[in-house]
């Protein structure tokens, strides 16, 4: 490499490197003020800090941490997904409708169910040869007049005497099926032959000889219609029964007065509690058909306590709803093998059972004395039997049994 010139001025064609070294004393002009320059070194251990660089403070922040305060971080809004990609967990007001919903459903269910474990099943139906089987459903339905569950004090106030054993004083059919719904009433008094009791008794009297059993094959026999479930109703649960619905509406059509029922009303529909429907469903001496009337307001009461327990105040009142299940142990038996569903049913059917939605009827009879009127009654029995309610027309379903 060739020695540059003594004089320092660099050979032709030589590329000058004055502005990044510098020119040493005396030779040639000084660097322009925004050549590149060697900074001062800071000591090592100094706490003082280097100068800033020029044009430092016009528009560019000086090197180093900032002495203003650091505003605080914004918190997201609910929902917003957090930086660790999550959701923040917020109980919704829905979820809260959802829950009571379901806990809802859970008592509508549990609460029927551990009522029924406390209904009392009964072996209702006799050995041998019955009917066999029919379409639809047919449910024999019993009032039973026995005292034995009831106190001296519950006696007086219903009025029910002393009477000693155990009859039947309400007999009903239910039939259900393709056609409307039927409620027919066999009068307690009916001259029928009971199996091994005698050609001439009062049908109420099977039930006194041989309880259900009996009472059912002397209904098999003398119908032809074979029963699928059994229920019987006490006097206290019916009691029971009506107060847990908040009462029941009846309408006499003529003031009554029973004082062997405990019975004084006016004529007209009214609210009733479970004494005076019970009374109203008893009463036999108050009304000019005597027995017949009574077994028309006994379908009356029935009907009416089956509409309220199905209406939808009973399911939305817990309070209501809870009465109604747990005054069912007290009130009915059912046969073994009924189970909830069949009485869920039953209960429905029951509200159906007048107007255009089902027929309300007695067992054609021909006199006060209510013996049967074989012709028009083997009509009706057949109908129920082949399922054929809707052939059943107002001449034969009369309310009294009567022909119109």
């Not at 551990?114 to 009032?143: C, H, N």
């Not at 429907?277 to 009574?294: S, V």
């Not at 006199?367 to 039997?385: G, P, T």
């Amino acid at each position: 490499m060739p020695d540059r010139p003594r004089d320092g001025a660099p050979e032709p064609g030589t590329p000058e490197y004055d502005w990044l070294y510098g020119s040493r004393p005396g030779q040639g002009a000084p660097p322009p003020p925004d050549a590149t320059r060697a900074l001062p070194q800071q000591p090592a251990g100094s706490a003082t800090p280097p100068p800033p660089p020029p044009g430092a403070g016009r528009g560019t922040p000086p090197p180093g941490p900032s002495s203003r305060p650091v505003p605080p971080r914004p918190t997201p809004p609910p929902g917003a997904p957090t930086s660790s990609g999550g959701r923040k967990r917020n109980l919704h007001p829905w979820r809260w409708v959802v829950a009571l919903l379901l806990l809802w459903v859970v008592y509508l269910v549990a609460v029927p169910l551990f009522a029924w474990s406390k209904v009392e099943k009964i072996d209702a139906f006799p050995d041998g040869d019955r009917p066999d089987e029919q379409p639809g459903t047919t449910y024999l339905m019993v009032g039973s007049d026995s005292r034995g569950d009831l106190t001296a004090e519950q006696r007086k106030e219903l009025g029910t005497g002393n009477a000693e054993g155990q009859r039947t004083d309400t007999i009903m059919i239910l039939h259900t099926g393709s056609g409307p719904n039927l409620l027919m009433s066999i009068p307690r008094d009916s001259i029928v032959s009971i199996p091994g009791h005698g050609d001439a008794e009062k049908i109420n009297a099977a039930y006194a000889y041989g309880g259900p059993k009996l009472l059912v094959k002397t209904v098999e026999n003398e119908t032809g219609i074979r029963i699928d479930h059994f229920v019987e109703i006490g006097f206290g649960g019916f009691v029971g029964l009506v107060d847990a619905v908040g009462g029941v509406e009846i309408c006499p059509k003529e003031d009554m007065k029973d004082p062997l029922a405990h019975l004084d009303i006016e004529k007209g529909c009214q609210e009733a509690d479970g004494v005076t429907a019970l009374g109203y469903a008893r009463a036999r001496h108050a009304t000019e058909n005597g027995d017949l009337d009574r077994i028309a307001h006994q379908r009356e009461v029935v009907s009416a306590i089956g509409h309220e327990a199905v209406s939808p105040w009973s399911v939305l009142n817990p309070v209501r709803y809870w009465r109604l299940n747990m005054a069912a142990p007290d009130a009915v038996a059912v046969s073994e093998g009924t189970g909830p569903l069949q009485m869920a049913m039953w209960a429905m059917a029951m509200t159906r059972v007048n107007g255009d939605t089902g027929l309300t009827c007695s067992v054609p009879v021909r006199d006060f004395a209510v013996n049967w009127d074989e012709e028009r009654a083997q009509q009706m029995f057949d109908a129920i039997k082949d399922d054929d309610t809707s052939s059943i027309g107002k001449d034969l379903c009369t309310t009294t049994g009567l022909p119109r």
